[in-house]
T-cell receptor, first 110, second 116 residues
Framework: DAKTTQPTSMDCAEGRAANLPCNHSTISGNEYVYWYRQIHSQGPQYIIHGLKNNETNEMASLIITEDRKSSTLILPHATLRDTAVYYCIVRVAYGNKLVFGAGTILRVKS | GAVVSQHPSRVICKSGTSVKIECRSLDFQATTMFWYRQFPKQSLMLMATSNEGSKATYEQGVEKDKFLINHASLTLSTLTVTSAHPEDSSFYIC????????????FGDGTRLSIL
């Protein structure tokens, strides 16, 4: 599975959009981009995933560049409860293990 | 949504004890389950992949005789830490995969293991 690169940490004001970038320049054509987050002392929570089209659900939006070498997770209106470590993971669809990198620590501040 | 239940949430026991952790998929059948370990201020590290009815596949450096995995049904996998020592103290997390192709893995809430 392709490797991903994320900033170590980011701050965001409460109520503002949080934009978390992820680089995956070696992604293959059959690899999906998955986003998870982990709130302190809990298991990771699935957020969203996509292949090449932009995706949106009740939690977030995922914007994937046309060349698929990078993506951005958008939390439209960040709240204090969104403070967590966000992981961007690339893997082949279905069945393959998820390999976690260091992720991005997002701090939402009031 | 898919729910994965992990039990117990916290264990404190003496060195030399064996500890069993259960991972259950509550509303779907999980053909594959994964076990992770996470040390403080570090990311999750995959330990093994557990397939229903077959032997688990362990990641490099993970001792299979130390961390026994059983996946006897489509809704239950267990991890047993045998003869646990203080260095085995960690946060153990399972995840489950099931359903149609391309569905995401769902994670349990983890088990905090402390060996005295």
């Amino acid at each position: 599975d392709a490797k991903t690169t994320q900033p170590t940490s980011m701050d965001c004001a409460e109520g503002r959009a949080a934009n978390l970038p992820c680089n995956h320049s070696t992604i293959s054509g059959n690899e999906y981009v998955y986003w998870y987050r982990q709130i302190h002392s809990q298991g990771p929570q699935y957020i969203i995933h996509g292949l090449k089209n932009n995706e949106t659900n009740e939690m977030a939006s995922l914007i994937i560049t046309e060349d698929r070498k990078s993506s951005t997770l958008i939390l439209p209106h960040a709240t204090l409860r969104d403070t967590a470590v966000y992981y961007c993971i690339v893997r082949v669809a279905y069945g393959n293990k998820l390999v976690f990198g260091a992720g991005t620590i997002l701090r939402v501040k009031s | 949504g898919a729910v994965v239940s992990q039990h117990p949430s916290r264990v404190i026991c003496k060195s030399g004890t064996s500890v069993k952790i259960e991972c259950r998929s509550l509303d779907f059948q999980a053909t594959t389950m994964f076990w992770y370990r996470q040390f403080p201020k570090q990311s999750l590290m995959l330990m093994a992949t557990s397939n229903e009815g077959s032997k688990a596949t362990y990641e490099q450096g993970v001792e299979k005789d130390k961390f026994l995995i059983n996946h006897a049904s489509l809704t239950l996998s267990t991890l047993t830490v045998t003869s646990a020592h203080p260095e085995d103290s960690s946060f153990y997390i399972c995840s489950a995969l099931g359903g149609p192709n391309n569905q995401p893995q769902h994670f349990g809430d983890g088990t905090r293991l402390s060996i005295l």
